[in-house]
């Protein structure tokens, strides 16, 4: 038992002198912190809601601020890059304005299936020689190459005479290869198995005019066909109809953000209100009401979702985003309510409440100064819990074709549109899809940030 | 000499926490012999706790560690072990109960298969044979109808029957100590004695030893031959029951005693005529940074200036007997509470 | 215990009735005539439809026969397919749905339960880390890139290995149903996963685990009596509500993979304004719903004996 610290001196005499009551240092010396700056310095300490935080900033300024910065229409059509992937070759041909085909050929003669012209955007000239008993032609385009499956590809015209062996292909032309065939057709209009094929790469070309016209040849300078210009920039590509992906990512972005923001702003205010309500009067009254918000917890959520929607009809012209945020609002009310009123009723007994209360404070006190700021930080998470469901709802809806009306673009519309393509031109699929659970995962780590922050219990752990 | 039953030396446990390192318990030493009771007394978070849980390997590392020390259990090392010649220490050597029985026990389980579960794992008996034993520990615990209480879950049992039910199971092996960290806290008055009796008698019937966690002197004057007074992670006094109540030699044991409700007409230590309960002004020092010096000396009201400079060493008066406090220098100021029981057992 | 489920059953009663009543009003607000849509309806057709469901009739008559209908279990018949009642396309496409919705919830729940434990036992170790990325990528990523995603690796898969290992679509046998409901469960699993893992956290530190250690008990014991079962509590409660969105998560599951459930046919209703058939889908699913929140909190009654004897 016994000890002695090897560290003790003996102390001189001076040394028992008691000590008067201002050389006490009180030891406890770490400043006292109030709730929020509290909860604001662990939020701090999290990196990944931090980053969050940062990501939710980003977001907002690039729906507010984008279209401002890239001032392009989404809706405008830039039909010579349809479905362009990211960083896709945008220079073009300058030519001249179209001409009609005389059907002369001004590249050399050759056998079988060859181009009278070379092939561009504008018209792909095809020039051929008759077949051995054919009366007729037809004509198929494909853009894979013919296997031996024997899928040509799409049918573009016929000729009913076996002299008539040409084609001028004007059909919505993309700058890619084609795969042409022509199959010979017997008298009674039936294929027969003589064919020629031809691949065509085709170049992609403007007219001087239309350049001009569009601003992409500097006004007043030279330009004559044959030149090169760029094309309009398109930094995330095009839609299949030609739109700006980035101008439709941030008109997308103003649609599933307000609805994921407006929709639970108001839908949690709400519940608040219907919570707290039935929070404070109690017994009857707050049996009612809680029993009816039971039920509204008990409609199944997205056949309501579909159902206001058509109940709220939209006309021709709408967008369907505030119907969407109104149903919204009213399927989603229930459960912030049942929240808020456990909370009042708990904090309702807590001893402090009751202490206030004994001390002589008013309902307005207690509820400003007590369950506010008690029910606060719960709120606060509920909020940024339903933000991302809001927006998941969006998208879900959009997807299945029952959300936004479109040409309105929203990122669920988006993806939507974007899975038709999705094996062919995957960004068109990839970018809102990845938008989408950018944002989620952004307010959801944010969600989880703040319950960490703001949940007093956590503060005693660790 | 054959070894103590459980000797501790200059344990020392520190905890990582995200503000920084905590010293918890600062170099505890004390023993304990069969059939003894030893209290440790002390206020919330002066280490009393973390001192039986690193005992019993409870607490959880990291954060906690142990950064010196030894534990012996008739001269064998328990300090990171779990077995000492091949026997279990946990719920074989040692039992323990908590504070909390109302969370203490698991709650989808039934009380007969916790008790039962213990045999079982120890003694490798079958379910059948340790739930017949279950049901006579119950009964030994005095629980009334203990078969058919055996069946039932923690929620059916008030807050005393809990606490008797976990005593059951924590001496189903007949362990060799005792380890109660706080048994009555949780429960009412009236409950309490009846918890504590059972103790007592269990003790009697069995010889095992009791380490008893507490802040309630009463329960100690009650139970302990042994008592230990904690202060911010060290031992401030420490000696039999009577030298720590009668013979009090730290200022801190004299405000614990001061801050007692009492109904002894004539109370010891405080020399008013009326027994007002006195409390302990501050707050214990923070255990982030220890003081250099007494870490009582803040709140002593006869600190000098050396208490603040320097830790003082343990001062025996008898040989069991100990302070840690510099008023027993032999340079410094006399203060006749610390002493004048000493002086009045002399006369008389 | 049977009290508690004869009142449970009633209370699911009345809920049906207010999805009932609810579905109506929204039904009865749809702008314009639910016969005067662009197909044509004959004038036969419309009189029998006009009396038999008082369409010309005030709108507590129409409630009135709506809800006698009900009751009698006749949802009516469908106002775009010929003769065929709604009854028949439930039987037929809800066994589909239901099937779906299982084989999911089935792999959520031990999908979440596992992973969830596994994550707590290697709390911020390496399967933690990974499983916990997997879980946030889950929960963030909507069903239908997953549902996309799922079709494509089929696609290559079967493309690659120049067979059909999995059918990329369709229904029938058990193979249809492997990769659908997986990518059905998928953010459930996620969901429970998370809220396991935290649960087991809990119940690491809690008390009665601390007693289990004291005890001695050997720590695989201490998991598996004292630590799994009381966790898996929480992810017991919260199963109800997954059965619901699981249930509608199927509609995009079903489009994507052409299964012929009772999701897609609602779809498909909602777009031809189909009355009976959105009524008729919309209150079934309804009561299903509410059904299967009732069975959910039997099931926890059986687990945890705190209910049990209430």
């Known amino acids: 038992m016994a000890e002695m610290s090897p560290t003790v001196h003996e102390p001189s005499p001076g040394a028992f002198e008691p000590l008067m009551g201002h050389q006490r240092a009180q030891v406890l010396s770490r400043p006292s912190l109030s709730y929020w700056q509290d909860a604001w310095i662990r939020l701090k300490a999290n990196r990944r809601a931090l980053i969050s935080l940062n990501i939710v900033i980003g977001l907002i300024l690039f729906t507010v601020a ?65 077949m051995p008993g054919a009366s007729g032609y037809r004509v198929y385009r494909n853009i894979f190459p013919i296997g031996p499956a024997d899928a040509l590809g799409l049918p573009l015209a016929e000729t009913f005479s076996a002299d008539d062996t040409r084609f001028e292909d004007r059909l919505d032309l993309q700058p890619q290869t084609y795969y042409y065939t022509v199959v010979a057709l017997d008298e009674a209009g039936d294929q027969t198995p003589a064919r020629q094929t031809l691949d065509v790469d085709v170049t992609r070309v403007i007219t001087v005019a239309d350049a001009r016209q569009r601003g992409l040849i500097e006004p007043g300078a030279d330009a004559r066909p044959g030149d090169a210009v760029k094309l309009a920039l398109h930094p995330l590509g095009t839609d299949y109809l030609g739109r700006d992906m980035l101008a439709r990512l941030m008109y997308g972005a103003r649609v599933s953000l307000f609805i994921g923001i407006a929709a639970p702003f108001m839908f949690v205010l709400f519940g608040v209100i219907y919570g707290s309500t039935a929070g404070f009067i109690g017994g009857r009254v707050d049996q009612a ?73 008013r309902t307005g006190y207690l509820v400003m100064r007590h369950m506010i700021p008690n029910t606060m930080g719960v709120i606060l998470v509920t909020l940024t819990f339903a933000v991302p469901s809001a927006i998941f ?46 944002t989620v995962l952004a307010f959801n780590l944010l969600g989880d940030g703040l319950r960490d922050a703001l949940d007093a219990k956590m503060r005693s752990r660790e | 000499m054959t070894a103590p039953l459980l000797q501790v030396d200059d344990l020392r446990v520190e905890f990582d926490t995200y503000g920084g390192t905590v010293q918890a318990v600062r170099g505890i030493s004390f023993r304990v012999d069969a059939g003894e009771t030893l209290a440790i007394v002390g206020e919330s978070g002066c280490g009393k706790s973390v001192t039986v849980q690193s005992l019993m390997g409870l607490t959880p590392m990291p954060p906690g560690r142990i950064t ?38 698991n709650p989808t389980m039934s009380i007969g298969d916790q008790i039962a579960e213990t045999l079982e794992v120890h003694r490798g008996w079958s379910h059948k044979r340790a739930l017949a034993r279950a049901v006579e520990l119950l009964d030994m615990a005095r629980i009334p109808e203990a078969a058919r209480r055996a069946k039932q879950y923690p929620f059916e049992f008030s807050g005393g029957m809990l606490q008797r039910a976990m005593i059951a199971m924590s001496i189903a092996c007949e362990p060799a100590i005792l380890i109660a960290d706080e048994p009555t806290t949780a429960l ?101 940074h220890p003081p250099k010096g007494c870490a009582y000396a803040a709140r002593c009201p006869y600190a000098m200036k050396v208490c603040s400079e320097q830790d003082p060493a343990p001062h025996f008066q008898t040989e069991q007997h100990f302070a840690r406090c510099w008023l027993h220098h032999p340079t410094a100021p006399r203060v006749p509470e610390l002493f004048q029981q000493q002086r009045a057992e002399a006369g008389a | 215990m049977w009290h508690y489920t004869a009142r449970r059953l009633l209370q699911g009663v009345i809920t049906v009735w207010f999805i009932a009543t609810a579905t109506f009003l929204a ?44 009751l009698k279990g006749d949802f009516g018949i469908s106002f775009t397919q010929k003769n065929r009642e709604v009854n ?18 089935v792999f959520a729940g031990l999908g979440g339960v596992l992973w969830g434990a596994l994550t707590a036992l290697y709390r911020n170790r390496l399967p933690d880390i990974v499983i916990m990325f997997l879980v946030i ?75 289990a250690k004291a005890k001695g008990l050997p720590p695989s014991r201490i998991f598996t009596r004292h630590q799994l079962r009381n966790a898996i509590l929480p992810v017991v409660t919260v199963l109800g509500p997954s059965i619901a969105a699981i249930t509608t998560g199927g509609f995009v599951v079903e489009l994507v993979f052409a299964i012929p459930g009772l999701g897609r046919y609602f779809v498909q209703a909602v777009q031809q304004l189909d009355y009976t058939v959105i009524m008729g889908t919309t209150v079934f699913y309804g009561a299903f719903l509410v059904l299967m929140v009732i069975l959910v909190d039997l099931l926890y009654g059986l687990i945890d004996p705190r209910v049990r004897l209430e």
């Open chain 2, 68 to 105: 010196s020390g030894s534990a012996r259990l008739r001269g064998h090392e328990i300090l990171g072990r779990t077995t000492i010649d091949g026997r279990d220490i946990r719920g074989r050597e040692i039992g323990m109960i908590f504070q909390d029985p109302m969370t203490s026990l």
């Open chain 1, 393 to 438: 709802t969006e998208a879900f809806l959009s997807f299945i074709g029952m959300g936004v009306a479109p040409p309105t673009p929203s990122w669920g519309s988006m993806c939507n549109e974007g899975l038709k393509t999705m094996l062919t031109y995957p960004h068109e699929l990839i970018f809102p899809a990845a938008l989408i659970s950018i």
């Open chain 1, 289 to 361: 009401l809680m029993r009816f918000a039971d039920f509204v917890i008990a409609l199944p959520f997205l056949l309501f979702m579909i159902l206001f929607k058509i109940a709220f009809g939209i006309g021709p012209g709408e967008s369907g985003i505030l119907p969407m945020v109104v149903a919204l609002v009213l399927l989603l009310w229930p459960g912030t309510a049942r929240l808020v009123r456990g909370q009042i009723l708990q904090v309702r007994e807590e001893g402090y409440v009751n202490a206030a209360r004994l001390l002589g404070a």
């Open chain 3, 88 to 105: 028949d396309i439930i039987r037929e496409h809800f066994p589909v749905s239901a099937t779906l919705g299982i084989l999911a919830i």
């Open chain 3, 27 to 70: 039904m009865h607000n749809v702008p314009g005539d639910p016969l005067s849509s662009d197909k044509a309806v004959t004038a036969e057709i419309r009189a029998n439809l006009e009396a038999k469901y008082g369409l010309d009739k005030p709108m507590t008559t129409q409630y009135l026969i709506y809800m006698g209908n009900l």
């Open chain 3, 137 to 211: 990528l889950g929960i963030s990523v909507p069903s239908f890139v997953f549902a996309a995603l799922g079709q494509l690796t089929l696609v290559n898969i079967n493309d690659l290995l120049g067979f059909s290992v999995l059918p990329v679509a369709g229904w029938g046998t058990i193979w249809h149903m492997l990769v659908p409901s997986l990518v059905l469960g998928l953010s459930t699993m996620a969901y429970l996963t998370r809220l396991m893992r935290s649960s087991m956290l809990e119940i690491v530190s809690s008390d009665y685990v601390r007693t």
């Open chain 2, 188 to 288: 009412d008055v009236t409950i309490q004695a009846q918890v504590l009796d059972l103790m007592g008698d269990l003790q009697r019937d069995t010889g095992m030893a009791i380490v008893l966690i507490t802040h309630d002197l009463g329960v100690v004057a009650r139970m302990a031959d042994e008592v230990v007074v904690m202060y911010a992670g060290q031992v401030a006094e420490q000696g039999t029951v009577d030298d720590v109540f009668y013979r009090s030699s730290h200022p801190y044991t004299l405000g614990l005693r001061a801050a007692m409700p009492s109904n002894d007409p004539a109370p010891a230590g405080a020399g008013e005529p009326k027994h007002r309960l006195v409390p302990i002004e501050g707050s214990p020092p923070d255990l982030f």
């Open chain 1, 66 to 130: 984008g279209p401002w910065l890239w001032p392009v229409d989404p809706a405008a059509q830039d039909l010579d890059q349809i479905s362009q992937p990211p960083g896709a070759d945008r220079t073009a041909t300058l030519v001249e304005r179209y001409q009609p085909w005389d059907g002369t050929s001004v590249l050399p003669m050759a056998n079988g299936l060859r181009l009278a012209a070379p092939p561009t955007t504008q018209a792909v000239r095809l020039l051929w020689d008759p």
